[in-house]
């Protein structure tokens, strides 16, 4: 029984460890070209089928390393299932860095893109935009595109080329520590496909 006993408890501990195997990396300072402010390190990494991200920060030194425990923490943030692609950029602004987290994928029906962007604001990782594309397959007929793109600072949304206002919510309403892989969609910001 104990050499049994052995092999399992080494499966054990290592699943915790595999299941957060660390995919992509990104680093920059939240105020941009001007490193002024505090500077980050996030993490994506896979939890199961879904996308968690993880980013420390606060240093005014340099970037921090991925020791402790993270600032911010999303075991949720993103769906890894079907993805061909996964990862973060920096995109730094004369206004800021905007993290970026882009997933591309493809199942039996569609093949597409998502990318959010977080920013830290008054304390708070902030969604500041989203952008989703999906090329449906159409089997028995011609392959069609759906497209929406949400700028939150402005609360707009682009649809297939329409564009409207979004109802104002509340800054708290766009904490990224509760965004998911849906909440465009569940928020109203963007349409579900039929």
């Given at each position: 029984?104990?050499?049994l006993?052995?092999?399992?408890?080494?499966?054990l501990l290592?699943?915790p460890?595999?299941?957060?195997t660390?995919?992509?990396?990104?680093?920059?300072?939240?105020?941009?070209?001007?490193?002024q402010?505090?500077?980050?390190?996030?993490?994506?990494s896979?939890?199961?089928?879904?996308?968690?991200?993880?980013?420390?920060?606060?240093?005014?030194?340099?970037?921090p390393?991925?020791?402790?425990e993270?600032?911010?923490d999303?075991?949720?943030?993103?769906?890894?299932a079907f993805?061909?692609?996964?990862?973060?950029?920096?995109?730094?602004?004369?206004?800021g860095?905007i993290?970026?987290?882009?997933?591309?994928?493809?199942?039996e029906?569609?093949?597409?893109?998502?990318?959010?962007?977080?920013?830290?604001?008054d304390?708070?990782?902030t969604?500041?935009?989203?952008?989703?594309?999906?090329?449906?397959?159409?089997?028995?007929?011609?392959?069609?595109?759906?497209?929406?793109?949400?700028d939150?600072?402005?609360?707009t949304?682009?649809e297939?080329?329409?564009?409207r206002?979004?109802?104002?919510?509340?800054?708290?309403?766009?904490?990224a520590?509760?965004?998911?892989?849906?909440?465009?969609?569940?928020r109203?910001f963007c349409?579900?496909?039929?």
């Amino acid at each position: 029984m104990r050499r049994l006993a052995a092999p399992i408890l080494s499966l054990l501990l290592a699943l915790p460890v595999q299941a957060q195997t660390p995919i992509s990396e990104a680093s920059g300072n939240w105020a941009g070209v001007s490193n002024q402010g505090f500077y980050f390190l996030a993490r994506l990494s896979r939890n199961e089928d879904k996308l968690r991200l993880s980013i420390w920060g606060g240093a005014v030194d340099g970037v921090p390393t991925a020791t402790g425990e993270p600032e911010f923490d999303n075991a949720a943030f993103e769906l890894s299932a079907f993805a061909t692609r996964e990862a973060l950029e920096v995109i730094d602004t004369p206004d800021g860095s905007i993290l970026q987290v882009v997933v591309e994928f493809a199942d039996e029906d569609a093949e597409g893109r998502s990318v959010t962007q977080l920013q830290y604001i008054d304390n708070q990782y902030t969604v500041v935009g989203y952008y989703h594309r999906s090329k449906f397959y159409n089997p028995g007929g011609e392959p069609f595109t759906k497209e929406c793109e949400v700028d939150l600072w402005k609360m707009t949304a682009t649809e297939d080329g329409v564009s409207r206002a979004l109802e104002p919510v509340g800054f708290e309403a766009l904490n990224a520590s509760d965004w998911t892989w849906g909440a465009a969609f569940d928020r109203g910001f963007c349409s579900r496909t039929e």
